[in-house]
């Protein structure tokens, strides 16, 4: 079976792919449906009401690990059996072979840190779009779907425990990180750069599809810029490595900083970092961005790959 499907078009692969991402998530989400209802007792796993009773540890318990399988079904079994069925090297095939310098790392590193004000203003501008009179149907459904989506994740986060923190690594930075970029950097942008024959288009519709597939419009912007600095990581490397790593940074500060940052307003504050009162910090992070992604270039880039 492995490499069965290497000989097909480009544009047949990624339809397969499309498929075998339905199939899977629509699998584990069958299997996250009965362990919420038989395992976690929750009831009606459709009854929103209750399940919004964010106070119950149970229900909070049963949503991580629904959300867990639902993450796994999506991102981590598609990619990894694809590339089992189009190629004879799966760990070549999504970019795991490749070696990188030590100082590649720790320049990722620093990227995400310093992106962090500059993320802030990008979300703050997204959130104060307004679409025409004529969208305000459409405009009040993105704001409640984003209500829902930050309750949500504000359940998800939450951690009283050492043992609750390092699930909530796994669920919200660990999987997010290995699965979403071994689907869209490993796969879907391989598969687009082969299709449009322009890495750099193949770079930028997947970071659009993939800010648009998390369904929530007023983080578009910043998550399509973020697509697209892991699409380049990917592309000058030629490693997955690297924007895996970027992009576990990212979700694991928004872990820990929920979890040491509460109470002492530290979460907060590196929230607001960046943003309209403090917009310098935006600018000084563009700048620092900026060379930090020149030093990483000049330090991965390879002719062959772009």
């Not at 498929?19 to 299997?31: D, G, R, T």
């Amino acid at each position: 079976m492995r490499g069965m499907l290497g000989h097909l078009s480009k544009g047949t692969q990624f339809l397969f792919l499309l498929l075998l991402c339905i199939f899977s998530l629509s699998v584990f989400a069958i299997m996250a449906a009965a362990a919420m209802k038989f395992i976690f007792q929750v009831g009606d796993v459709f009854d929103m009401e209750q399940l919004a009773e964010t106070n119950n540890s149970r229900i909070i318990s049963a949503l991580k690990f629904s959300q867990l399988l639902n993450s796994v079904g999506l991102f981590i079994v598609p990619p990894v059996l694809f590339s089992f069925l189009v190629s004879s090297n799966s760990s070549e095939y999504l970019g795991f072979c490749k070696k990188n310098k030590t100082s590649n790392y720790f320049l990722v590193f620093l990227i995400m840190l310093v992106s962090l004000p500059f993320l802030n203003w990008m979300i703050e501008w997204n959130e104060s779009i307004q679409l025409p009179e004529s969208l305000s149907a459409l405009e009040e459904m993105m704001k409640e779907s984003e209500k829902k989506a930050t309750e949500l994740t504000k359940m998800l986060l939450k951690a009283h425990t050492m043992g609750d923190l390092l699930f909530n690594l796994a669920l919200i930075a660990i999987i997010p990180a290995l699965g979403e970029e071994l689907l869209f950097r490993g796969v879907v942008q391989k598969l687009f750069s082969e299709i449009f024959k322009n890495p750099h288009a193949a770079i930028i519709t997947t970071a659009i599809l993939f800010s648009f597939l998390h369904f929530q419009f007023y983080g578009f912007f910043p998550r399509t810029f973020f697509g697209i600095l892991f699409g380049y990581m990917l592309v000058w490397s030629g490693s997955i490595k690297l924007p895996i790593l970027a992009h576990l940074v990212n979700n694991s500060m928004v872990v820990l900083a929920n979890f040491y940052g509460n109470d002492n307003g530290l979460s907060q504050t590196l929230d607001n970092i960046g943003k309209s009162e403090s917009v310098w910090w935006a600018i000084a992070s563009v700048a620092l961005l900026s060379v930090l992604m020149i030093v990483l270039y000049k330090n991965t880039f390879q002719k062959e790959r772009i």
